[in-house]
């Protein structure tokens, strides 16, 4: 057979196995292998029914998703599958561990399915701005019915075993070796005398209420996945498998598949997929680097922040020790972290006993000294210099040797605070982004001094507690907060000359942030920013209306959410934003006083003056060697800052409109507004004048 699959027979039961090890990918030449191996069973009057099962520790995980890139090589996807549901005896899928995309339609492909107990099963395409293009959209409505396979797709989650039994997915849900249920129940059928039961000659059920269910789903897809175009291109493809044959339905599917694998969100979606991957690749760290040993971590401050970074590790397994100045903290902060916990039991996500154990690996301490068996201790106090440097000195004093100690600041100083120790090698910086139990990003922070060992344990660490772990150097507020600072000064300065608040967030949430940047200042706190500019204000620029809508709300008390009002007005029960004329008047009247022009900027001028403020940051970060890569600041966005992931992050996003677009626009904007904001970055110039782009600057510096 092939080096990837293999034949073997137990007594009249052939069974064809994939070992294709890491997760069986379904790559070209396990295709090849597939089809060399059902060809071969076709002349084979032996074999009266067929199992195909995968040895390690899954099932088809599904597609290689680089042949997006480079195309898909023969044997495809559509000729194997009709291959196997060709069969003239019964083919019975033994399945196991994660059976996704393709791997999920290769077994809608085989005749029966029997999966062990824990086996997640989903068609995750439309997580990746593409369909399932292998038979899926055509094959899932005809075994589970319309309405079930459009959930399914159109959530891209996956179901249990158990689940997908109980919708008719699967055929058996057993606990044990799944290949030998499945070749016993090859066996069965075949005692039996049943033959092939082919997916594709079902009846689609619910076909019979099609119009309105594809137009209720049309109607929930424009409202929850707006700017997106592959749902509603699933939709027209799973529209094929109720109104055409089945042959037919399949050659719509690859057209429509052909349309979004091209199209910009799919490419913005595998770019992010594999930006991922290269985020440990950190110049002059050696791969085989060994980490250090985290088994006990310590956190300074019981606030929102040190509590949700405490409950990163808990649910980790790690035991962690929470340090406050105070009793009445402690105690408020375990009590959040308790109510957090048990919102988790009460959705059904986390089983009580869970909870309990996670709970008791935090323990509360009023004392430093209960921090001296800490393998890592991180500081998560609010934006201080003086305070963080003051906890450093006292880390510095009862950590033990080795131990390495992190702090959570969000735009300090990080080498400031190291110098604070004796062991400027241990510190780091791990920004956890709020609430740090469910954020995925965490910027770690390499400080001038920072030991390689210590950069591959924050690397590592981030992969135990499920963090999207991205390097940055250390400046003023690192990749994602430095980025933020020209965005949302040109929404405030937008406010200043005539828009509301709501019509800058509804243009930025338009464009497909996941909430206008002035609502995320009402939701953290306004003074929270301005503080941070009242202690840096010798480094900012003399412009009295620099960040002042903010500086105003601030000094009226009026500091967003928790205080009922800000940008906006939250005194109705649900303490939803409703707009504040109050504000808006203040705004107008500020704007008159300074001599702010009421140009009432268009929706699209508020998208490109935040937009390509924050790009044209980036280019900078870039050249400085602030971030490693481009895509790292994609994902920085996308995993931290609510930028829309199918639109694949600022810089991703700056190369599909084009950099000598932004660039040629940057220097309108240098005629039109305040010139000493829109200088363009030298690398931003220099792609543009050189036709080039983000990804072809970062190609070339890895070549």
Not at 384 to 397: H, S
């Amino acid at each position: 057979m092939s080096e990837v699959v293999s034949v073997s027979m137990h007594g009249e039961i052939a069974v064809v196995t994939v070992a294709s090890p890491p997760v069986n990918t379904l790559s070209r030449e396990v295709r090849a292998g597939l089809q060399g191996a059902f060809q071969s069973l076709r002349a084979s009057p032996a074999a009266k029914a067929i199992t195909l099962a995968c040895s390690g520790k899954t099932f088809l995980s599904g597609g290689d998703l680089r042949e997006f890139e480079t195309g898909i090589q023969a044997p495809g996807y559509h000729e194997v599958l009709r291959l196997i549901e060709d069969s003239p005896v019964p083919v019975v899928a033994a399945l196991h561990g994660t059976v996704l995309g393709g791997g999920l339609e290769t077994a809608l492909a085989c005749h029966y399915r029997i999966a062990q107990v824990g086996t997640k099963l989903g068609l995750p395409e439309i997580t990746l701005g593409i369909i399932p293009g292998a038979g899926g959209t055509q094959r899932m409505p005809r075994l589970i019915g319309l309405e079930p396979a459009l959930d399914l797709m159109l959530s891209g989650k996956p179901l249990s075993a158990v689940d997908a039994q109980q919708i008719g997915l699967v055929d058996a849900a057993i606990d044990g070796d799944v290949t030998a249920a499945a070749i016993a129940y090859a066996r069965a059928l075949s005692a039996a005398g049943k033959g092939p039961r082919r997916t594709r000659e079902m009846r689609v059920a619910g076909a019979d209420r099609a119009g309105e269910i594809f137009a209720a789903r049309r109607a929930h897809v424009t409202r929850t996945m707006r700017n997106r175009n592959a749902p509603q291109v699933l939709l027209e493809a799973a529209q094929a498998a109720v109104e055409l044959p089945f042959d037919a339905g399949i050659r719509r599917e690859r057209e429509l598949s052909n349309q979004v694998e091209r199209a910009v969100e799919g490419r913005a979606f595998r770019h992010l997929f594999f930006s991922e991957r290269e985020l440990r690749k950190i110049p002059g760290l050696p791969a085989d680097l060994k980490s250090r040993p985290i088994t006990k971590v310590g956190i300074v401050g019981a606030g929102t922040m040190g509590g949700g970074i405490s409950m990163c590790f808990a649910n980790a397994g790690m035991a962690v020790t929470i340090v406050d100045a105070k009793q009445e903290a402690l105690d408020r902060g375990l009590a959040t972290i308790s109510k957090n916990y048990q919102r988790s039991v009460s959705r059904g996500s986390l089983k009580p006993e869970q909870m309990e154990q996670r709970l008791a690996l935090i323990s509360p301490s009023l004392d430093y000294a209960a921090l001296a068996g800490a393998d890592l201790i991180i500081e998560a106090v609010f934006e201080n210099m003086a305070l963080k440097q003051d906890i450093f000195r006292k880390l510095d004093a009862v950590a033990k040797p080795g131990a390495i100690l992190g702090t959570n600041t969000s735009t300090l100083d990080i080498d400031q605070i190291a110098a604070q120790t004796k062991r400027p090698q241990d510190v780091i910086g791990l920004h956890f982004f709020s609430p740090a139990n469910v954020m995925p990003l965490l910027e770690i922070v390499q400080c001038a001094k920072t030991a390689p060992d210590v950069l591959m344990t924050a690397l590592d660490l981030a992969k135990t507690i499920r963090k999207v772990g991205v390097v940055a150097k250390v400046c003023y507020g690192f990749i994602g907060n430095r980025m933020m600072d020209p965005y949302g000064r040109e929404a405030e300065r937008c406010v200043l000359e005539g828009a509301t608040p709501e019509e800058v967030d509804d243009a930025l949430e338009d464009f497909g942030m996941a909430m206008g940047i002035l609502a995320v200042y009402d939701m953290a706190g306004i003074d929270i920013g301005h503080l941070t500019r009242v202690e840096r204000a010798h480094l900012l620029p003399k412009d009295p209306t620099f960040y002042r809508p903010t500086a105003l709300l601030t000094e009226r008390g009026w500091l967003g959410q928790k205080t009922g009002r800000g940008y906006y007005r939250y005194d109705n029960p649900e303490r939803k934003r409703v707009p504040d004329p109050e504000a808006i008047a203040m705004f107008a009247e500020e704007a008159q006083r300074l001599g702010v022009p009421q140009r009432k900027p268009s929706r699209q001028e508020i998208q490109e003056r935040c937009l390509y403020a924050m790009i044209n940051e980036g280019a900078r970060v870039l050249e400085e060697g602030v971030a490693v890569r481009a895509s790292d600041i994609d994902l920085v966005y996308t995993s931290g800052y609510g930028f829309p992931r199918y639109r694949g992050g600022p810089m991703f996003y700056a190369d599909t409109v084009g950099l000598r677009r932004i660039y040629d626009q940057i220097l309108e904007f240098q005629k039109t507004l305040d010139p000493q904001y829109w200088q363009p970055a030298p690398l931003l110039e220099q792609l543009a004048k050189a036709g080039s782009s983000f990804a072809q600057w970062q190609a070339e510096r890895k070549g």
